[in-house]
């Protein structure tokens, strides 16, 4: 009995030791298995697949493109050494009868509905338009060859240039109709389609605008905005430089019929009135041009009116006056020049803020004069309808000038030589009395005002030109401490 015992014991410890060992080949070979099949499938098939392993036993899920593709996958896992059977439960990829993927695009967004062959190229359509609605996209066998997912993400984008349409790939033939903004557009959907792979052809029908409509607004709090369709080659900031704006907000389209030059012509026909306006409504058309706005203070718009007639030959003008005063002293950022303004008088007057002196505030007013004459109806002492802003700016100078330093402006008329000198005399002084009348409209104290006329007794240029008495036609401003 003694000996049975250890021989027992010794058995026991055999067996469990082949028993030991042969579970842990077993793991080693399940490892084995398991990274074997993941590394021979990486990057051979189109479709992400989940393989597990039970012993030596195989079982491959997920899709197969189709039946060759399902029996290359299941030959390369039999192939594998070590390993016992292979389980398929793979999905044959549903098949389409007619491959297509189409776009719509509305008002409301773009709309994508179709076939992909596979998660990579649906995931990059998907990428490519991250704000369409792809719910209608699904996977499907039967494309018509490997560039199928690019063709498709590329006539998507030239539907995307046009205002709305449709796009629809079926098989390899691409067509897309629609309206564009203009000529120009057009042809960046032609120019996008004919760069499609080789093989695909493509068709389109695609609307233009035939004629130029463009609406243009002007408003001293909001800004510029331009809209519509112009001829190729107008440019929104071309039509801001003419107007003398820092900045028009662009919402144009080219590819209208007509010339640029001749919408540009409106336009420049339209500049010296511009700074009238508080706000402004300017539409262009082939047959019409017309005007609608409100005039800032102190404008006659009977004379403003006529005026525009003359000079665009609009066909509607009407222009009011600014509905309601404003209190003093209120400020603002005047969107279409740029400048700060405060309220004087119910006119907004430009801020001009630097250091008072006598010295500063005549340099200031010259440079203001020079860069913006105040000027008058020919032999008349009415100011010219253009000069409002040019007073307004001299105004502001005043503001400050005659308040925060303690001056008296001095508004000295001085006329060409044409004429008798008495009668010269007498215009120059009821020119500067008009100015002085202008200022103090705009809330200059009149005892800050003096108004004084020179007549042709100072002249700075030659009187023998048009161009020297041109210069000789001048208001001056004169500063006296007090």
């Known amino acids: 009995m003694g000996k049975i015992l250890p021989a027992a014991v010794f058995g026991f410890g055999l067996i469990a ?20 099949a993941s590394e021979t499938l990486a990057g051979t098939t189109r479709h992400a697949l989940q393989t597990t392993v039970s012993g030596r036993d195989i079982t491959v899920s997920g899709f197969a493109h189709d039946e060759a593709e399902r029996d290359q996958i299941l030959a ?19 098949k389409a009868d007619v ?30 338009y991250p704000d369409a609605n792809s719910d209608g996209l699904s996977l499907a066998s039967g494309e018509p060859n490997a560039d199928w997912a690019r063709a498709a993400t590329a006539s998507i984008g030239a539907l995307g240039e046009l205002d709305t349409g449709t796009m629809r790939m079926e098989g390899t033939s691409v067509f897309i109709s629609g309206a564009a903004a203009g000529a120009t557009t057009r042809g960046e959907v032609e120019t996008k ?48 430089r003419v107007l003398g704006l820092t900045e028009i907000k662009d919402d144009v389209a080219l590819g209208a019929q007509g010339s640029a030059e001749a919408v540009m012509s409106k336009f420049e026909a339209l500049a010296p009135w511009v700074s ?78 630097f250091t008072v002196s006598a010295e500063a505030c005549e ?40 308040g925060d330093a303690n001056l008296t402006a001095e508004v000295v008329g001085h006329t060409d030589n044409q004429g008798s000198d008495e009668s010269n005399l007498k215009l120059s002084e009821a020119r500067a009395q008009t100015v002085v009348a202008a200022l103090v409209e ?32 001048r208001t001056e401003i004169r500063w006296i401490s007090n």
């Open 363 to 402: 340099t200031r007013s010259n440079a203001l004069l020079q860069q913006a004459d105040i000027s008058f109806i020919p032999n008349s002492a009415e100011l010219d309808l253009g000069t409002r802003a040019a007073v307004n700016e001299i105004a502001g100078l005043l503001l400050t000038c005659v």
């Open 193 to 240: 389609l004919a760069a499609l792979p080789a093989g695909y052809a493509q068709n389109s029908d695609i609307e233009v605008p035939e004629s130029v409509e463009l609406s243009l607004t002007l408003d001293a709090i909001d800004g510029a905005q331009l809209s519509g369709t112009a001829p190729d080659g107008f440019d929104t900031s071309d039509a801001a």
């Open 276 to 353: 009238e306006f508080e706000t402004l409504s300017f539409s262009i058309t082939d047959s019409n041009t017309d005007l609608v706005g409100e005039a800032a203070a102190g404008v006659d718009t009977g004379t403003l009116m006529r005026s525009i007639k003359n000079t665009i030959g609009a066909g509607a003008v009407n222009v009011t006056n600014a509905a309601a005063a404003v209190d003093d002293g209120v400020t603002r950022t005047n969107a279409l020049s740029g400048e700060q303004e405060q309220v004087s008088n119910g006119f907004w007057l430009p801020v001009d803020s």
């Open 442 to 473: 705009r809330g200059i104290p009149q005892d800050k005002l003096i108004a004084l006329g020179l007549g042709a007794t100072q002249p700075i240029s030659d009187n023998s030109t048009a161009e020297g008495r041109a210069e000789n036609r």
């Open 17 to 36: 030791l082949g028993w030991w060992g042969h579970a842990d080949h077993a793991a080693e070979i399940e490892a084995h298995l398991t990274e074997s």
């Open 76 to 94: 390369t896992l039999d192939g594998l050494d070590g390993r016992r059977v292979v389980h398929s439960e793979l999905q044959l990829l549903p």
């Open 99 to 128: 491959y297509f993927i189409e776009a719509e695009k509305t008002d409301s967004g773009l709309k994508l509905t179709g076939f992909a062959p596979d998660a990579v190229q649906l995931d990059a359509i998907k990428a490519a």
